[in-house]
Nanobody, 125 residues
Framework: QLQLVESGGGLVQPGGSLRLSCAAP????????IGWFRQAPGKEREGVSC????????YYADSVKGRFTVSRDNAKNTVYLQMNSLKPEDTAVYYC??????????????????WGQGTQVTVSS
């Protein structure tokens, strides 16, 4: 079972920024598309963004377009989610997960394979 590791979450004020990282110890992340998802208490897990294995295809949820940017550094075996202009409604646990390469399965979390443990993002004044 492949294991991803998210990091970079924390407490930030509205309008602030965070950069999440998704590392892949033990396997090459450049074989996979990587999706970002989030889940707030009492809500279903929702797709936030996805980046293809080659980085040339990206998708964003309407709620984060223009504020979030997904990128990958295959040399560092890491995928990033830069989050700007954060809002209280962005508060959630954020997860990254693998898919087969071109984000064709996004945003359905059921179709994504290996997941990380999640990192908490709290946007509050």
């Amino acid at each position: 079972q492949l294991q991803l590791v998210e990091s970079g979450g924390g407490l930030v004020q509205p309008g602030g920024s965070l950069r999440l990282s998704c590392a892949a110890p033990g396997f090459r992340v450049d074989y996979y598309g990587i999706g970002w998802f989030r889940q707030a208490p009492g809500k279903e897990r929702e797709g936030v963004s996805c980046i293809s294995s080659t980085g040339d295809i990206t998708y964003y949820a309407d709620s984060v377009k223009g504020r979030f940017t997904v990128s990958r550094d295959n040399a560092k075996n890491t995928v990033y989610l830069q989050m700007n202009s954060l809002k209280p409604e962005d508060t959630a646990v954020y997860y990254c997960a693998t898919e087969w390469g071109k984000c064709t399965d996004w945003p359905n979390p059921i179709l994504f394979g290996s997941w990380g443990q999640g990192t908490q993002v709290t946007v509050s004044s």
